[in-house]
């Protein structure tokens, strides 16, 4: 059965700083792209960012460019978003999700992804 958990989430002021994680079990995590998504009250579920298998390629949403990070670490079948200088307009319940995919490539629409977690909550504070 796979599993993602993520956790991280929080209250934090405008300027700050959060990481998320996103725990992966269940899968050979190797061979699937990674990706963050968020969805805020009355918005549809946006891409943030993707990471390919291996962590090869990124691909970040023109609002966070600069400002998150989206890392892996395939010995602990972990997928991070590491968020600074957040922005009140960052406010969401934020996801990670899982898609098979060939090397190097990066799925960006919701549909595209196979499993998904719970969510984890950010909330920015103006």
Do not use: H
């Not at 805020?40 to 990070?69: M, N, Q």
């Not at 090397?103 to 196979?114: P, Q, S, T």
């Amino acid at each position: 059965q796979v599993q993602l958990v993520e956790s991280g989430g929080g209250l934090v002021q405008a300027g700050g700083s959060l990481r998320l994680s996103c725990a992966a079990s269940g899968l050979t995590f190797s061979s699937y792209g990674m990706g963050w998504f968020r969805q805020a009250p009355g918005k549809e579920r946006e891409v943030v960012a993707g990471i390919s298998r291996l962590g090869i390629r990124t691909y970040y949403k023109d609002s966070v460019k600069g400002r998150f990070t989206i890392s892996t670490d395939n010995a602990k079948n972990t997928v991070y978003l590491q968020m600074n200088s957040v922005k009140p307009e960052d406010t969401a319940l934020y996801y990670c999700a899982a898609a098979r995919t060939q090397l190097g490539v990066i799925r960006v629409g919701a549909r595209e992804y196979d499993y998904w977690g719970q969510g984890t909550q950010v909330t920015v504070s103006s």
